[in-house]
Each structure stands twice: as structure tokens, then as C-alpha cells.
């Protein structure tokens, strides 16, 4: 008999509370999972930009940009220990789904790989799948 397990280990829970994420939404608003910001070393009143790699575009570059980034503007309380930092600009969410038509916001996973933009210190998100 040949086992395949269902357990916490191998099922993805599709709450993103505990897992590095930064959602892109067509009402403009961007969530930034606790898991992510901390990872990010961000906090409420920083800037982050974005970059889109064009040999993979599914990789999508994160990092600190105190001058040209965008600003991280509020957080909305998730639970009394976990809550999502906030950045409002539509303009940036809908580049961001201009690859989704169909959808009303992606979800984009930070891995732990980092990379260089322009001399800067960077994380990476990968965007979802066009289906």
C-alpha cells in the first residue's frame, strides 16, 4: 500500500495570515501579510517599488525605494496578533492585474530569494498563473 498524506505539512491553507503575501486588489488597496512585512523590514510610512522581470514575468521584485516607492499608508487588524500593512493606489493595482482580467485581485507569494534592482537589496514575489 502506497500512502499520500493529508495533513497541516502537504495541504496549503488558503488563509494567508501566516504566509508571506501581498495581494493586489481592483479596488486599489495592497494587503501586506505580517509574514511578508516583517520579512520586507517595512513598516507604516516606508516605500516599497516593484519590478517586473521580462525574461520570467512571473517573478516580480520587491524592495525599500525612499524616493519613487509607494507609500505604505495604514494596516487593518486581521486578529489581536496578526495584521496586514496597506498601501491604496489603484493606478498600482491595476498594472498589476493588466495579465488577470478576470480576476478582482491576485495573491503573489514572497519567496526567500532575494536579487539586486538597481544596486538595491530586493525580494521576490511570484505572481500567479494566468489560467
Known sequence: MALK???TETVQSTRTYGNPVI???KSGVVGITMAAWKALNVKVGD???FAIDDE???KL???VDKSYGFEIRGSKKISSTNYYLRIYNKSLCLKMLEG???YDKIECRLIM???LVD???AHILILPKIE
Open 47 to 49: 516605500k516599497i517599488a
Open 113 to 115: 530569494e532575494k536579487g
Open 23 to 25: 495581494n493586489f486588489s
Open 100 to 102: 488577470y482580467p478576470k
Open 61 to 63: 521584485y520587491v524592495y
Open 5 to 7: 498524506y493529508i495533513n
Open 119 to 121: 544596486g538595491k537589496n
Open 56 to 58: 520570467d514575468c512571473r
